[in-house]
C-alpha cells in the first residue's frame, strides 16, 4: 500500500490530468478493467496529501466514472445514437459516426422557403405525446427544447369503393352525405365499436405472441370492409408496412400499443405535440459536449473486435476504442460486424427492415376530394400492396400559409412533378412474431465483445423506445 501511495498519488497529478487514465493502466498489465478498480478502490481510501491541495485537479478524480472512462464510438445519429452520445459523453470520451450528410435519422426537417417566408417541415419523426414518451418529454425538458400541442386524426379515402370518412367528428364521420345512407357504412362503425370491446378482451386473457392480427379478425368474424377500410389503413399508416405484413403482426403486440395509445377509447385518447419549428431543434443542444468528434458522410465499413479494444474502418482509416455502440438498423450492425457470433447473426438477422419512398410536396390530389374530410393522416387506398398515406403538415405543425404542404409515402406516381419539393427513402422495422422473439433475447449479444446495440427496433420502432433502448445501453456502460 505504500508503494501504492508514493507512487501513483503523485501519477495521478502528473499522468492523470496530463494523459489520462489508459496510459497509467497500461503500466498495470494487460486486464486494464482489473487495474481500473484495484486502483480506485485503493486510490479512494486515501487522503490528497496537503502539498497536492493547490493543484487543479478533475471534479471527478475519486469518483469511479474517471478512472472508468472509456473512449466509445457511436455509429449513427438517429435518436437513439443521438441519446446514447449524450449520456454517454457525461462520462465518457465519445466519437460519433454518421454516414449521412446531416444527423437525425428520421429526424429529418426541411427548410421551405415561399414568398411569405422560410418554414421548417419535418418528413420522418413529427409527433409524440407525453402519455407514451415519458422519458422523450424528459429528454426534450432537460434541453429546454420548445414543444407545441399538434393536432391527430385520420381519413380514409377508396375511389374504386366510392368510400371516403375522417374520424375526426361526426361532420368529418359523414363528410360525404352519401355514407349516410349506407347500411355497409353503419355496419363498419358498429365493427369498429366491437373491436376495440374485443381487444380489451383479449388483452386480459392472453399474451401469446403467435396469434396474429389476421387470426384475431377470423376468430371475431369483422367485415371485409372493417378489415380493408379501416384495420389495415390505421396499422399501416402507424408502421408504415404493407398489408402481408401487417396481417403477420403479433395481435398482442398491436393490440397493446393501440390500448396504450387509447386507440381502443372514443375519449380517453392522448394529447400530441410536435417540436416548435421542426424536429431537428433537438439535435444540436444533444451535442454540445461531443464538440468536433462528431463525423457526417463517415459510413463505417467495418466493426473489429478485439480483446480489450475495437476497431472500426471508417472511409478506410481505423480509429481504436474501448467499445462500440451500434445505432443503426438492425440489420446494418449486423453487415459491419467482421466476425458476428452466431447469437448476433440470430437475433439481428431476425428483424427485418422495408423501404418507403417519402415526398415532400404541395399537390392536394392525394388528399380528400371532399376538404371536410382533410385529417392529419390521410390513407389513399389506390389498391398498391405498399402502403399508401399523406401526412397533412399545415395541420400536424400548425403552419398558417396559403400553400398546402404534404409528406406522402409511396404515391410519388399520383404527385405532379412540379409540385414536388423533395423525395427521400425510409426503412421502417418490420416487428413481425419472429422479430418480437429476438427482441426478448438482447440480453444475448448487448455489451459482449464490447459491443452494444440500441434502436426503436427493441421496441414498437418509435422515438421513444429509441431513447429507452438508449438508455438501458448507457447503463451497461457505467453512465
Not at 31 to 40: D, E, S
Not at 207 to 225: A, G, H, V
Not at 425 to 434: D, F, I, K
Not at 452 to 468: C, I, L, R
Amino acid at each position: 500500500m505504500i508503494a501504492c501511495r508514493e507512487i501513483i498519488l503523485p501519477l495521478r497529478v502528473t499522468i492523470f490530468h496530463k494523459y489520462g487514465i489508459l496510459q497509467l493502466i497500461s503500466l498495470c498489465g494487460t486486464n486494464k478493467r482489473g487495474a481500473y478498480i484495484a486502483t480506485y478502490n485503493s486510490l479512494s481510501k486515501i487522503p490528497l496529501p496537503k502539498f497536492l491541495h493547490s493543484h487543479k485537479l478533475p471534479n471527478n478524480l475519486m469518483k469511479k466514472e474517471f478512472f472508468l472512462k472509456k473512449r466509445i464510438a457511436v455509429i449513427g445519429s438517429g435518436i437513439s445514437g443521438l441519446t446514447s452520445s449524450y449520456v454517454l459523453s457525461k462520462n465518457h470520451d465519445v466519437s460519433l459516426f454518421e454516414a449521412n450528410d446531416y444527423l437525425g435519422g428520421h429526424t429529418h426537417t426541411l427548410s421551405v422557403e415561399t414568398e411569405e417566408t422560410v418554414y421548417s417541415i419535418d418528413t420522418g419523426f413529427i409527433v409524440f405525446n407525453k402519455r407514451t414518451y415519458p422519458n422523450f418529454c424528459k429528454l426534450l425538458e432537460e434541453l429546454n427544447v420548445a414543444t407545441q400541442t399538434s393536432e391527430m386524426s385520420f381519413s380514409y379515402r377508396a375511389d374504386h369503393r366510392g368510400l371516403e370518412y375522417s374520424g375526426h367528428n361526426l361532420n368529418t364521420l359523414f363528410s360525404d352525405r352519401r355514407n349516410l345512407f349506407k347500411l355497409d357504412f353503419y355496419h363498419l362503425i358498429k365493427d369498429i365499436i366491437l373491436f376495440n370491446a374485443d381487444a380489451k378482451k383479449f388483452l386480459a386473457r392472453t399474451n401469446d405472441l403467435e396469434i396474429t392480427i389476421n387470426d384475431f379478425i377470423k376468430e371475431n368474424n369483422y367485415s371485409e370492409q372493417f378489415r380493408e377500410c379501416y384495420l389495415i389503413p390505421m396499422m399501416a399508416a402507424i408502421w408504415s408496412k404493407n398489408k402481408e405484413d401487417t396481417l403477420n403482426c403479433s395481435a398482442i403486440f398491436i393490440l397493446q400499443f393501440y390500448n396504450n395509445h387509447g386507440l381502443l377509447d372514443l375519449f380517453n385518447r392522448p394529447l400530441w405535440y410536435v417540436i416548435k419549428q421542426g424536429s431537428k431543434n433537438y439535435i444540436t443542444p444533444m451535442l454540445e459536449r461531443l464538440k468536433d468528434q462528431v463525423y457526417l458522410n463517415s459510413k463505417v465499413e467495418r466493426i473489429i473486435r478485439e480483446t480489450n479494444k475495437i476497431k472500426i474502418i471508417v472511409n478506410s482509416e481505423e480509429h481504436v476504442f474501448d467499445a462500440v455502440v451500434c445505432a443503426t438498423h438492425s440489420d446494418q450492425a449486423l453487415t459491419m460486424l467482421e466476425k458476428p457470433t452466431p447469437e448476433e447473426i440470430n437475433i439481428l438477422s431476425a428483424i427485418k427492415y422495408t423501404e418507403n419512398e417519402v415526398v415532400l410536396h404541395k399537390d392536394k390530389n392525394v388528399m380528400p376530394k371532399n376538404k371536410r374530410a382533410w385529417a392529419s393522416w390521410n390513407y389513399l387506398d389506390n389498391q398498391s400492396a405498399a402502403p399508401t398515406l399523406t401526412y397533412y403538415m399545415n395541420r400536424l405543425q400548425s403552419i398558417h400559409s396559403n400553400h398546402d404542404f404534404f409528406v406522402s409515402v409511396n404515391l410519388s406516381n399520383e404527385i405532379a412533378e412540379n409540385q414536388i419539393i423533395q423525395t427521400f427513402n425510409y426503412a421502417h422495422p418490420c416487428l413481425t412474431v419472429s422479430a418480437l422473439k429476438a427482441q426478448k433475447q438482447i440480453n444475448l449479444i448487448n455489451g459482449m465483445n464490447n459491443t452494444y446495440y440500441v434502436g426503436s427496433y427493441w421496441g414498437y420502432g418509435f422515438h421513444e423506445d429509441g431513447v429507452n433502448s438508449a438508455i438501458n445501453t448507457c447503463k451497461l456502460l457505467g453512465t
